[in-house]
């Protein structure tokens, strides 16, 4: 499983664009990168996943170097609810494989 | 996205007793579901993986005679704390995955052992 590395945290002010990078370098020819928001004592929310290039929705943009080795995660205009703990998950589609979380990137969005 | 349901919520327990937390999917078929835990302050740690009909693919020190699953269906799943201890005090999480790549979360359950 490709393992993966994120920022711990990063702080941010309201209306700011945030950028959060994802890290995985041995990153395997039919894995997905998939994005999750998660506030405290809740489930993980999806938020996107890609493949390759750009990838986008009406939450957030996923953009993705040729290499695949890395990933950022794009939210354009953050409130104060934007406040979680974004994880990035690297794994295969295929049948069987799991998702295997990393420590995760905690986002304060600073009024 | 796909609804995942997980009850319940929250429970308190004695010690010694056994716990069953479920975890639906509504709207889709889940070939695969995950079991995790959480910590406070931590990521969620990958318990069991289970796909449908088989048994439970447990990580390593999870003990698999603690933590019952059973994946009967395509849109349940069960996890069973048995013999319930206070270091069994967690948030437990399930996830289900079905045709689609990503996988859906349920609410999680705060469970608390006295």
């Known amino acids: 499983l490709a393992k993966t590395t994120q920022p711990i945290s990063m702080d941010s002010y309201e209306g700011q664009e945030v950028n959060i990078t994802c890290s995985h370098n041995?990153?395997?020819?039919?894995?997905?990168i998939t994005w999750y928001q998660q506030f405290p004592s809740q489930g993980p929310r999806f938020i996107i996943q890609g493949y390759k290039t750009k990838v986008t929705n009406e939450v957030a943009s996923l953009f993705i170097p040729a290499d695949r080795k890395s990933s950022t995660l794009s939210l354009p205009r953050v409130s104060l609810s934007d406040t979680a703990v974004y994880y990035c998950l690297v794994g295969a589609s295929n049948y069987g494989q799991n998702f295997v979380f990393g420590p995760g990137t905690r986002l304060s969005v600073l009024p | 996205g796909a609804v995942v349901s997980q009850h319940p919520s929250r429970v308190i327990c004695k010690s010694g007793t056994s716990v069953k937390i479920e975890c639906r999917s509504l709207d889709f078929q889940a070939t695969t579901m995950f079991w995790y835990r959480q910590f406070p302050k931590q990521s969620l740690m990958l318990m069991a993986t289970?796909?449908?009909?088989?048994?439970?693919?447990?990580e390593q020190g999870v003990e698999k005679d603690k933590f019952l699953i059973n994946h009967a269906s395509l849109t349940l799943s069960t996890l069973t704390v048995t013999s319930a201890h206070p270091e069994d005090s967690s948030f437990y999480i399930c996830?289900?995955?079905?045709?689609?790549?990503?996988?859906?979360f349920g609410q999680g359950t705060r469970l608390t052992v006295v």
């Open positions: 041995n990153i395997a020819t039919n894995d997905y």
């Open positions: 289970s796909n449908e009909g088989s048994k439970a693919t447990y």
């Open positions: 996830s289900a995955r079905g045709a689609r790549t990503e996988a859906f």
